[in-house]
């Protein structure tokens, strides 16, 4: 079993920056592909930033640019930096993994931490 902790969410100014983390634990060496979502109030779950350990990223359009997501090496880390936030940017932030080779819509990740709370005031 493998258990996500997700880190790092405050309230932030609009500009600012903060850095998420997601601490694994239990059997991670099957883990291959690791992503950030968020939900906000009133709307669906999205895809923020994935990452496999073949290299390959994917951004949301709206992030491109200001996000960065890392992991350590083995994986039982990962982080999402977030710069330049903006209000639209307030939502809950889930770190998720995945056993799949890539994925990238969250139906495909098998684990998924609690979430924590992005709160960007402009």
């Known amino acids: 079993q493998v258990r996500l902790l997700e880190s790092g969410g405050d309230l932030v100014q609009a500009g600012g920056s903060l850095r998420l983390s997601c601490a694994a634990s239990?059997?991670?060496?099957?883990?291959?592909?690791k992503a950030w979502f968020r939900q906000a109030p009133g709307k669906q779950r999205e895809l923020v930033a994935a990452?496999?350990?073949?290299?390959?990223?994917k951004y949301l359009d709206s992030v491109k640019g200001r996000f960065a997501i890392s992991g350590d090496n083995p994986w039982n880390s990962q982080y999402l930096q977030m710069n330049s936030l903006k209000p639209e940017d307030t939502a809950v932030y889930f770190c998720a993994a995945s056993t799949r080779p890539w994925a990238s819509s969250d139906g495909a990740y098998e684990y998924w931490g609690q979430g924590t709370q992005v709160t960007v005031s402009s």
């Open positions: 990452i496999s350990s073949g290299g390959p990223t």
């Open positions: 239990g059997d991670i060496s099957n883990m291959n592909t």
